[in-house]
């Protein structure tokens, strides 16, 4: 695609429940990040994919949180037991590579709430 | 630990009068700096990238390693720069991005 794409863009959900958050990556990136934003912060990296392997998750913080990306295109955020401290902004990046540039291209976010 | 840090939460000027937005970070390594910007309901956005030693949109912004800062800078501020600017760090080349907390700009006209 033209972008980034992430859904849904706004997610609402009560405490303990279990949320999805999709990414559709710039087409033939190959690598794909997602990072956590908190009100008032800076992004706060989770996880990197190469391809369709995690080549690191040291971000993400405990094991509610998972990541999956089966074909290297497409990437989706699990989420398992929503706390309220979960509520965030996610973003998803792309880039065409991990080489040194580290110039990403930014979805729009999907906001979390929990409630 | 390695952090960005940016001093100002919200930097106000008036239109054409110059602009510097702080970044301070720590690293001893070989550091890669790079400012991003999102304008209001837009994206995240690349602005610039210390590698490349070039001028977007007037701004310019040059690595100090003594002084390891990474400020941003354009002389004359325009209305259509209000926006928050990020600045973020990538050690040694890796992938991953340490961004500082960000900093709102707002020219008053």
């Known amino acids: 695609g033209a972008g980034v794409s992430q859904t849904p863009s706004n997610k609402v959900t009560e405490k303990g429940k279990y949320v999805e958050l999709r990414c559709d990556p710039i087409?033939?990136?190959?690598?794909l990040y997602w990072y956590r934003q908190s009100l008032g912060q800076g992004p706060e990296f989770l996880i990197y994919f190469q391809g369709t392997g995690a080549a690191d998750d040291s971000g993400l913080p405990n094991d509610r949180f998972f990541a999956v990306r089966p074909e290297g295109s497409v990437s989706t955020l699990k989420i398992q037991r929503t706390e309220r401290g979960d509520s965030a902004v996610y973003l998803c990046?792309?880039?065409?590579?991990?080489?040194?540039?580290?110039?990403?291209?930014f979805g729009a976010g999907s906001r979390l709430t929990v409630l | 630990a390695q952090r960005v840090t940016q001093p100002e939460k919200l930097l106000s000027v008036f239109k054409g009068a110059p602009v510097e937005l702080k970044c301070n970070y720590s690293?001893?390594?070989?550091?890669?700096l790079f400012w991003y910007v999102q304008y209001s309901r837009q994206r995240l956005q690349l602005l610039l990238r210390h590698i490349s030693r070039e001028s977007i949109k007037g701004f310019t912004a040059d690595l100090n390693k003594g002084e390891t800062s990474f400020h941003l800078k354009k002389p004359f501020a325009q209305e259509e720069d209000s926006a928050m600017y990020y600045c973020a760090l990538s050690m040694d080349s890796n992938y991953q991005l340490i961004w500082g907390a960000g900093t709102k700009l707002i020219i008053k006209p």
């Open positions: 690293y001893s390594g070989s550091p890669e």
């Open positions: 990046a792309s880039s065409l590579d991990s080489s040194g540039a580290n110039v990403l291209t």
């Open positions: 087409s033939g990136h190959t690598a």
